[in-house]
């Protein structure tokens, strides 16, 4: 049998807390029956990197064709270790956190985060915002400067559930970004959409750009908010873009992480596709989308299976890459749009820009109220419980 083994050793970075130095380690193995992709941080500090070996460990003893392990790594105030293990095994998930206080040398639970009363608003935010009962279960959990992550196991892969600690009696000292986080809370509460109006949902592909800061303050100005499916790979250098996107009330979508066709990906690239793009969101807004996009709007059935994000198409379309002329684009969505259209259009060109404005002064003129994707379908749920059609 023919065995390759390859370990790879990558400086993450040298300095940090405890002077310790911290390695991303890369295991590789291929044989005719099975592959396996384990990545994972090694810590220097024993207690901590012998925890994440016996959880690779307990995974590898396993029969399986393919187990890809991949990791997320964070350092908070200089002092916590937040690890996550995310395992794929031959279509099934597992899922593995530490949080790690170097200064004590202690992994940390729920009840060294928060305080017991903050418990019952956890779980209230849990069962909100996920499907599924939770059952107060909170052994997978990490953390960051604004929020709590729950992970859970559902049919289709790892759930992460976000709860800010501004809704919590936080028990570490940690920088607290507090007034954006009020900022952000606030203008989601203020929003209020008339079901008896009409409402159509722009979304925005491929960006972010350098026109997209111009789109958000058109949308801000005339209180529309719209959904925008972003490139994964672009976030790094627009994070303070996405940020903004949010706080102003829009909301975010999962565009692949390149633009790759993923009808022609095999179920590794694709997954890569997906969740690399939903964990640099994540990294960056503490947001995790809910709804993929697929480039060129082809779906495919490995996606719809094993990614628990929700596809979402259009119903206008008005070919903003190919229409040089803004008001041309204006009047096509103008012209199409409907009570409860979707409208595709583009983040990354100026005529788009220029277009968006024309395009919501008419539409207003018709009543219309511009809304993201989760509220097109709140208010759809809503006009069938009232009896609106
Ligand atoms: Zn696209």
């Known amino acids: 049998m023919k065995k390759i083994f390859l370990s790879i050793l990558l400086i993450f970075f040298i300095t940090g807390c405890g002077h310790k130095e911290y390695y991303i380690n890369t295991i590789i193995e291929n044989s005719d029956s099975k592959v396996c992709a384990i990545t994972y941080p090694v810590t220097n500090i024993k207690k901590l990197d012998k925890q994440v070996i016996s959880y690779i460990e307990s995974q590898k003893e396993k029969n399986f064709k393919e187990l890809n392990i991949d990791y997320t790594f964070d350092i908070i105030d200089d002092r916590y270790i937040?690890?996550?293990?995310?395992?794929?095994?031959?279509?099934?998930?597992?899922?593995?956190?530490?949080?790690?206080?170097?200064?004590?040398?202690?992994?940390?639970?729920?009840?060294?985060l928060v305080s017991k009363n903050s418990l019952i608003t956890i779980n209230q935010t849990l069962e909100n915002k996920s499907n599924k009962n939770i059952g107060y279960n909170y052994d997978k959990l990490t953390f960051d400067e604004n929020f709590l992550y729950f992970y859970f196991l559902n049919d289709v892969g790892i759930e992460t559930v976000n709860v800010p600690i501004h809704d919590t009696e936080f028990l570490l000292d940690i920088g607290i970004p507090e007034l954006e986080e009020k900022l952000f809370s606030e203008?989601?509460?203020?929003?209020?959409?008339?079901?008896?109006?009409?409402?159509?949902?722009?979304?925005?592909?491929?960006?972010?750009?350098?026109?997209?800061?111009?789109?958000?303050?058109?949308?801000?100005?005339?209180?529309?908010?719209?959904?925008?499916?972003?490139l994964g790979n672009k976030v790094k250098n627009y994070s303070n873009t996405l940020n903004k996107m949010l706080a102003n009330g829009n909301e975010i979508g999962n565009h692949s992480y390149n633009h790759r066709e993923l009808q022609v990906l095999s179920?590794?690239?694709?997954?890569?596709?997906?969740?690399?793009?939903?964990?640099?969101?994540?990294?960056?807004?503490?947001?995790?989308?809910?709804?993929?996009?697929?480039?060129?709007?082809?779906?495919?059935?490995?996606?719809?299976?094993?990614?628990?994000?929700e596809i979402v198409l259009w119903t206008v379309d008005p070919e903003d890459w190919k229409y040089k002329n803004s008001k041309t684009i204006a009047n096509r969505v103008i012209n199409k749009t409907k009570d409860g259209s979707i409208?595709?259009?583009?983040?990354?060109?100026?005529?788009?820009?220029?277009?968006?404005?024309?395009?919501i002064k008419k539409l207003k003129e018709k009543d219309f109220?511009?809304?993201?994707?989760?509220?097109?379908?709140?208010?759809?749920?809503?006009?069938?419980?009232?009896?609106?059609?």
């Open 82 to 112: 937040n690890i996550v293990l995310k395992t794929y095994m031959d279509e099934t998930f597992d899922i593995q956190t530490f949080v790690f206080d170097t200064k004590k040398s202690k992994f940390l639970e729920i009840d060294d």
């Open 267 to 309: 179920e590794e690239e694709l997954l890569f596709q997906i969740e690399t793009t939903q964990d640099i969101i994540k990294e960056k807004t503490g947001y995790t989308p809910i709804y993929l996009r697929p480039t060129y709007g082809n779906t495919n059935n490995f996606l719809k299976k094993n990614s628990n994000l």
């Open 187 to 230: 203008t989601k509460k203020t929003k209020v959409i008339d079901p008896y109006k009409p409402i159509v949902a722009l979304t925005f592909d491929d960006g972010p750009s350098k026109y997209t800061d111009d789109i958000l303050d058109v949308l801000s100005e005339n209180d529309a908010n719209a959904t925008f499916f972003v």
């Open 343 to 359: 409208v595709l259009m583009h983040d990354t060109k100026k005529r788009s820009l220029e277009a968006l404005k024309i395009i």
């Open 369 to 389: 109220q511009f809304v993201t994707i989760s509220e097109l379908k709140e208010v759809n749920e809503i006009r069938k419980k009232l009896g609106i059609k």
